[in-house]
């Protein structure tokens, strides 16, 4: 029998929904989430693309899924942290948690942008901040404290910032100072401001403005808050 003919040694990995996901998260991992096409992600399993169908509705019930899949590593690892010993280590507690979940996202960092974009409330998501009030609470937060804290964290609960606009503009380079040149007249002060400043840490980077020394100097801030208005309370 020749080698083409023999049966592979291997045995075959039966399709998924979870398989799936995993893949569409490779594939939006080396190429971003414009990558990700249901032809793309056939290839990727090694299935035809009409076999996709009996675990994944479409295209937004793939990105749905891949919301779900990577909320639910951060949940694997939080879940994971042992509880404050004291109801004053809260902030400790929260902040870890924060910060981890951002540590995962700095793998998949077309992410965020695809969180922002969804409609359809994730579990893990629901389980995720489920976790965050019960550090609050336990922190001696009221209720109401806990949805002013949720309101003022945002995006940053989950480890990213949502900032307003991007002022470096899709290009980038020459055009982007050109465009910061001509604007300067009428916005000196913004100019002058982003002229001056610069983040040199692409590594940490989720998003322009986004890297971490930014995103914990927020997240201090806002916990600090919390924190006199926890002690006020």
Not at 111 to 135: K, M, N, W
Request: proline share 5%; hydrophobic share 45%; net charge negative.
């Amino acid at each position: 029998m020749g080698a083409r003919n023999r049966p592979s040694s291997e045995p075959r990995v039966p399709l998924s929904r979870e398989r799936v996901l995993r893949a569409a998260v490779a594939i939006a991992d080396e190429g971003g989430v414009r990558a990700l096409t249901m032809r793309r992600l056939a290839e990727q399993v090694g299935a035809e693309a009409m076999s996709l169908y009996h675990h994944v509705a479409n295209k937004e019930d793939v990105l749905d899924g891949t919301v779900d899949l990577l909320i639910g590593e951060i949940n694997e690892v939080v879940d994971r942290f042992d509880p404050p010993a004291e109801p004053a280590d809260w902030k400790k507690a929260v902040r870890r948690r924060v910060l981890a979940a951002r540590e995962i996202l700095l793998r998949h960092r077309w992410a965020p942008a695809l969180f922002e974009t969804r409609s359809a409330v994730s579990p893990q998501v629901l389980r995720y901040h489920d976790g965050l009030i019960g550090l609050m609470r336990a922190g001696g937060f009221s209720h109401d404290l806990c949805h002013h804290a949720l309101h003022a964290l945002g995006s940053r609960a989950l480890g990213f910032a949502q900032e307003l606009f991007d002022p470096s503009g899709a290009g980038g380079g020459e055009e982007s100072v050109a465009e910061l040149e001509a604007m300067a007249e009428r916005f000196p002060h913004l100019v002058g401001m982003l002229a001056e400043v610069a983040h040199d840490d692409p590594d940490s980077t989720l998003g322009w403005c986004d890297d971490q020394a930014e995103f914990e100097f927020g997240l201090d801030i806002i916990l600090d808050g919390l924190d006199r208005l926890r002690e006020a309370g």
